[in-house]
């Protein structure tokens, strides 16, 4: 595509960041004039460090950069990638997080720090690489980056606010650093005036990891099929379910996601969604819930397909019952800015490993407690029109049913059932499978 493409993108970018309330409405302040200095600096040293790292340690082609090259970027514009598919759908977003935090540590609120991915993005595509700007890349950093910027600049804020002395205080300072580098690096250059500049936000954390036995079927039935080791967590962020009656951005958020350990059956899901701007509404009974705006990141890859989605839209959780931990209903109807999906007839007819298209997600979920079980029905369901590739159209479906018992205090025994289904318009990728899981899981 040419240049075209990118006149549209960069419109709706301008559109997204002048309806957003900071950016509309924000008021000029000591503290944004005295850092923004920091926040260009450090967004622009990410990548010139990434360059470097790729120019003279891989030796990659495509960091041979010069001012031709540049040239020949602007000339040209953007194009779609077909990189693979974990480095577009999961690099490229980690690296927008890390635009995002050099402006969020600095002084700058969640609306704010969206310029600075687009910024940091788009001298990436145009200036850092030797091969055409890519367009899915330039979509894919600032809107999927901000969200996970947002999510590690709270955790790790959280895992740094803490009495823990001795291997727990550096467990946690770890595990900070690992999920946001520009917090370390900051801490190291500015000191402990990072920290009292972003105060930790007081919101309940709860960690649940689980492991066990995970099958997945294909042309074989499901039981018969080799089981496989994998590793998984749900991490609840802040409560929807509490007393204030306005939620800002990722006041609370939830991410599930497992891994299989199996090198011979490699596999990763992530299920993520976060409000971004939510009421409370109640219930006669007493029950309560939230209705919003959220924003959903996934991501499923295993050797039945692969996909992933990053849109916005309108959401609610909610527990209409006096007793409100019996039980909670969750639903999500959202657009797709962009998603990815794989498809054997685009690969057969035009070499590309995944179709990129846009469209929209639904997603249901009813969880039941009843005394010492637990059960939860999920349906997730996203439709793709595609921008690039073969097919015109697909739809992905994913069923899943758990049920779980408490052997004691933070510590369950469970067993889920899931079912993937894929549909597309040409019929080459249609298939439907299998999945199922035993596991252990404690609450932390």
Same mark, same amino acid.
């Given at each position: 595509?040419?240049?075209?493409?990118?006149?549209?993108?960069?419109?709706?970018?301008?559109?997204?960041?002048?309806?957003?309330?900071? %950016?509309?409405?924000?008021?000029?302040?000591?503290?944004?004039?005295?850092?923004?200095?920091?926040?260009? /600096? #450090?967004?622009?040293?990410?990548?010139?460090?990434?360059? @470097?790292?790729?120019?003279?340690?891989?030796?990659?082609?495509?960091?041979?950069?010069?001012?031709? $090259?540049? #040239?020949?970027?602007?000339?040209?514009?953007?194009?779609?990638?077909?990189?693979?598919?974990? $480095?577009?759908?999961?690099?490229?977003?980690?690296?927008?997080?890390? +635009?995002?935090?050099?402006?969020?540590?600095?002084? =700058?609120?969640?609306?704010?720090?969206?310029?600075?991915? &687009?910024?940091?993005?788009?001298?990436?595509?145009?200036?850092?690489?030797?091969?055409?700007?890519?367009?899915?890349?330039?979509?894919?950093?600032?809107?999927?980056?901000?969200?996970?910027?947002?999510? $590690?600049?709270?955790?790790?804020?959280?895992?740094?606010?803490?009495?823990?002395?001795?291997?727990?205080?550096?467990?946690?300072?770890?595990?900070?650093?690992?999920?946001?580098?520009?917090?370390?690096?900051?801490?190291?250059?500015?000191?402990?005036?990072?920290?009292?500049?972003?105060?930790?936000?007081?919101?309940?954390? $709860?960690?649940?990891?689980?492991?066990?036995?995970?099958?997945?079927?294909?042309?074989?039935?499901?039981?018969?099929?080799?089981?496989?080791? %994998?590793?998984? =967590?749900?991490?609840?962020?802040?409560?929807? =379910?509490?007393?204030?009656?306005?939620?800002?951005? %990722?006041?609370?958020?939830?991410?599930?996601?497992?891994?299989?350990?199996?090198?011979?059956?490699?596999?990763?899901? /992530? %299920?993520?969604?976060?409000?971004?701007?939510?009421?409370?509404?109640?219930?006669?009974?007493?029950?309560?819930?939230?209705?919003?705006?959220?924003?959903?990141?996934?991501?499923?890859?295993?050797?039945?397909?692969?996909?992933?989605? !990053?849109?916005?839209?309108?959401?609610?959780?909610?527990?209409?019952?006096?007793?409100?931990?019996?039980?909670?209903? #969750?639903?999500?109807? +959202?657009?797709?800015?962009?998603?990815?999906?794989?498809?054997?007839?685009?690969?057969?007819?035009?070499?590309?490993?995944?179709? =990129?298209?846009?469209?929209?997600?639904?997603?249901?979920?009813?969880?039941?407690?009843?005394?010492? @079980?637990?059960?939860?029905?999920?349906? +997730?369901?996203?439709?793709?029109?595609?921008?690039?590739?073969?097919?015109?159209?697909?739809?992905?479906?994913?069923?899943?049913?758990?049920?779980?018992?408490?052997?004691?205090?933070?510590?369950?025994?469970?067993?889920?059932?899931?079912?993937?289904?894929?549909?597309? !318009? &040409?019929?080459?990728?249609?298939?439907?499978?299998?999945?199922?899981?035993?596991?252990?899981?404690?609450?932390?």
């Amino acid at each position: 595509m040419r240049f075209s493409i990118s006149r549209y993108s960069i419109i709706i970018y301008l559109l997204l960041l002048c309806s957003s309330p900071s %950016f509309a409405e924000a008021e000029t302040s000591e503290l944004h004039e005295a850092y923004l200095d920091r926040a260009l /600096i #450090q967004t622009t040293a990410s990548n010139i460090l990434v360059w @470097f790292y790729d120019y003279a340690v891989l030796q990659a082609s495509w960091a041979r950069i010069s001012p031709e $090259t540049w #040239q020949k970027n602007l000339e040209h514009g953007f194009v779609w990638d077909g990189a693979w598919f974990f $480095t577009n759908q999961i690099l490229h977003p980690y690296h927008g997080s890390i +635009y995002y935090n050099a402006a969020r540590l600095n002084g =700058f609120d969640f609306w704010e720090s969206f310029p600075f991915t &687009v910024y940091g993005s788009l001298m990436w595509e145009l200036f850092m690489e030797r091969d055409y700007p890519s367009m899915n890349d330039f979509i894919t950093t600032p809107l999927a980056g901000t969200a996970m910027g947002e999510v $590690t600049y709270r955790l790790s804020l959280s895992f740094l606010n803490s009495d823990a002395k001795g291997y727990k205080r550096f467990a946690r300072e770890i595990a900070a650093a690992i999920l946001n580098p520009v917090l370390a690096v900051n801490r190291l250059v500015y000191g402990e005036e990072v920290l009292q500049r972003n105060p930790s936000p007081k919101e309940d954390l $709860t960690l649940t990891i689980y492991s066990g036995i995970n099958r997945t079927g294909d042309a074989y039935p499901l039981f018969l099929r080799t089981p496989h080791p %994998f590793l998984g =967590f749900l991490l609840i962020y802040g409560d929807p =379910f509490d007393e204030r009656e306005r939620y800002l951005p %990722f006041d609370a958020f939830r991410i599930s996601s497992a891994w299989d350990l199996d090198y011979t059956n490699p596999g990763w899901e /992530i %299920f993520a969604s976060g409000i971004l701007y939510g009421r409370k509404i109640y219930f006669p009974n007493g029950g309560r819930g939230v209705l919003g705006i959220y924003q959903h990141f996934d991501y499923l890859q295993n050797f039945v397909y692969k996909f992933a989605s !990053n849109g916005i839209g309108l959401g609610t959780e909610m527990r209409p019952m006096k007793q409100m931990d019996l039980f909670e209903l #969750q639903f999500h109807l +959202y657009g797709i800015i962009l998603g990815a999906l794989d498809s054997q007839y685009t690969m057969s007819t035009e070499g590309g490993e995944y179709i =990129f298209g846009s469209g929209a997600a639904a997603k249901l979920g009813v969880n039941f407690v009843f005394d010492e @079980f637990s059960s939860s029905i999920f349906y +997730y369901k996203y439709w793709f029109y595609t921008v690039r590739g073969a097919d015109s159209h697909n739809t992905v479906g994913i069923f899943s049913f758990s049920l779980e018992h408490s052997l004691k205090k933070d510590f369950r025994i469970g067993a889920e059932l899931h079912i993937y289904d894929r549909w597309s !318009n &040409v019929g080459v990728d249609n298939s439907s499978r299998m999945g199922a899981r035993t596991y252990l899981s404690h609450t932390l």
